[in-house]
């Protein structure tokens, strides 16, 4: 079969790779029909994130058809559409029955600090992703979820990641009605995450990101106010003065390891690796919101450490909340919002690449080009 | 066996307020044993353990292999035997995650030679993606390149005049 295989740090390239198989009486086998690129990927493609190992297919958003089931498979059958949430999760440990089934404790022997996720180094468990034909789903009773009928795939394939994540960043947020909420990072998740702090009562949402074109995106689809932090002298003093001098209610990173906008950051997160990747957009965070305000990350750094003003946050009283989304506790009322037309994730792709041109499809992305905003990955097999 | 009975500390959990919990909603608190007594935090059943039949890393911060993991890439030769020096540290050291990063760029050159072992000259402008570059951002592209010459150029025009300064 097909499948992306990382070579090294921005190398990849498509090969053939043997196919996957059962391996436990709880897997299922999916053919693939659509996936994702997503922004934490680059953390893997840029080679920042530790056990990334070459041969590895990443891939942790896609949607398929289950071609074959494990012994002990009761929840799905074959030829079933699914869509796969990122997290492998086993629905029985003690975080698990708690709902945080991204932190699920038997999928990953690797780390503690992280469940497994599909494509994600072997820091989050080894597991080949889904920018293949075929990809192993293990815990299949828990994890695939049935599409319903006349959705599209579109649709289906964002709810795997992006519209969870945007949406369990905005609930972190802990928004009231009339709240301002801030958010650093107008990539999908971010603006996926403008989209959902109105409905949990937002009064006020702003963005900023320093890419023009998606700023332009972030105002039509939230719909919410963006702005260009390269046409400020300092973004949290511009948060401010737009806040009457308070600062937001709430401030969301939906940036991580690869952010822009300090040099400092860029150099020791990005360049030189000294930290686990750049901490500016948590660092406006912390610095942006009111005191006693809430941080929200969903941005993604990797397992070392950051610099970022922990002293502001004791002084300030903010209560920061993160975590790996746990995308099949959302998953039933973001379907419900998807088929009531609330909201329209489909709308965030603007490139449909063929599996085949993966390398282009990654640089294309990393690199912002082509008003890219969400790239879906065809396979061969799905084009029929 | 945990003790529950807390009867003898005066004033135990009168101002308990389970409302005042700041990983609401995002985390559904189960009964605790003083409830009910099972599951507790590090007690459930189990599923199924995926057979161990290639090498797995464990971290040092917990006791078992998980019942699933992945089988993406074992680890193999150099890169290898440095993964498994860091999974000697636990998580929380620089010795595991730096050691991790040192095995990935040993593993990106085992790539190559593994690839010429298998008569295979590995594309890089293709893996790059520098197909989509030159469509998309040629300016950047034709910099980049005109960068690494001059880069390159200064360095050999360096080394050769210290070589010459050496000779004579």
């Known amino acids: ?384 | 066996m945990e003790n529950n009975d807390y009867s003898h500390i005066p004033g135990w959990g009168i101002d308990a307020d389970p409302k005042n919990d700041p990983t609401y909603p995002y985390r559904h608190r189960i009964e605790r044993a003083t409830k009910a007594p099972e599951p507790s935090d590090s007690n459930w059943e189990r599923p199924t353990q995926q057979p161990v039949d290639i090498e797995v890393l464990k971290s040092i911060e917990r006791p078992t292999v998980s019942a699933v993991f992945g089988t993406s890439a074992p680890p193999t030769g150099l890169s290898g035997q440095i993964r498994r020096f860091a999974f000697k540290s636990s998580e929380s050291e620089y010795g595991h995650w730096l050691p991790l990063l040192l095995a990935d760029r040993v593993n990106m050159v085992e790539g190559i030679l593994d690839d010429l072992k298998h008569g295979h000259i590995p594309n890089i402008f293709a893996e790059k993606g520098l197909k989509a570059a030159w469509k998309y951002n040629r300016k950047g592209l034709l910099q980049s390149i005109l960068i690494g010459v001059l880069v390159t150029s200064a360095a050999v025009a360096l080394l050769s005049s210290k070589k010459s300064e050496s000779d004579t």
């Open chain 1, 1 to 384: 079969m097909l499948a992306m295989n990382y070579r090294g740090p921005r190398r990849v390239r498509i090969d053939h790779k043997p196919y996957p198989e059962i391996k436990h009486p709880e897997d299922a086998i999916v053919r693939v029909t659509r996936s994702c690129i997503c922004g934490s990927d680059l953390h893997l493609y840029n080679g920042n994130v530790p056990d990334t190992r070459v041969g590895m297919t990443f891939g942790h958003e896609f949607i398929g058809v289950v071609e074959v089931i494990g012994s002990e498979v009761e929840k799905v059958k074959v030829g079933d559409n699914v869509l796969v949430p990122f997290n492998v999760a086993c629905g029985k440990c003690v975080f698990c029955q708690q709902g945080l089934f991204g932190n699920c404790h038997e999928s990953n022997t690797q780390a503690s600090a992280v469940g497994g996720i599909f494509g994600y180094s072997h820091t989050a468990g080894g597991y080949d992703g889904g920018q293949a034909e075929y990809v192993r789903v293990p815990y299949a009773n828990v994890g695939p979820t049935v599409i319903p009928e006349g959705m599209d795939p579109d649709d289906a394939v964002l709810l795997t990641d992006v519209v969870p994540t945007g949406y369990q960043a905005a609930e972190m947020g802990g928004i009231q009605p009339g709240d301002t909420v801030v958010v650093f990072g107008a990539g999908p998740v971010g603006i996926m995450a403008a989209r959902c702090a109105w409905l949990f009562g937002a009064g006020r949402v702003i963005v900023l990101d320093e890419v023009e074109y998606r700023l332009e995106f972030a105002r039509n689809y939230a719909p919410c106010e963006a702005y260009n932090f390269k046409e400020m002298d300092d973004p949290v003093v511009f948060i401010k003065k737009i806040t009457d001098w308070m600062g937001a209610d709430v401030c969301i990173d939906a940036v991580g390891a690869e952010a822009s906008g300090s040099a400092l950051q860029t150099i020791t997160g990005r360049k030189l690796l000294l930290q686990a990747g750049s901490a500016t957009a948590l660092h406006w965070a912390i610095n942006s919101v009111k005191k006693g305000g809430i941080v929200s990350v969903v941005g993604v750094y990797g397992p070392t450490d950051n610099l970022v003003p922990i002293g502001n946050v004791v002084n300030k009283g903010i209560t920061i909340r993160a975590n790996q989304t746990s995308v099949k506790r959302l998953l039933p009322r973001l379907i419900e919002h998807v088929q009531n037309g609330v909201l329209n994730p489909k709308a965030l792709i603007t490139h449909r690449v063929p599996l085949e041109d993966i390398a282009d499809a990654y640089y294309m992305f990393s690199n912002k080009l082509d008003n890219c905003i969400k790239t879906v990955l065809i396979p061969p097999s799905a084009k029929g």
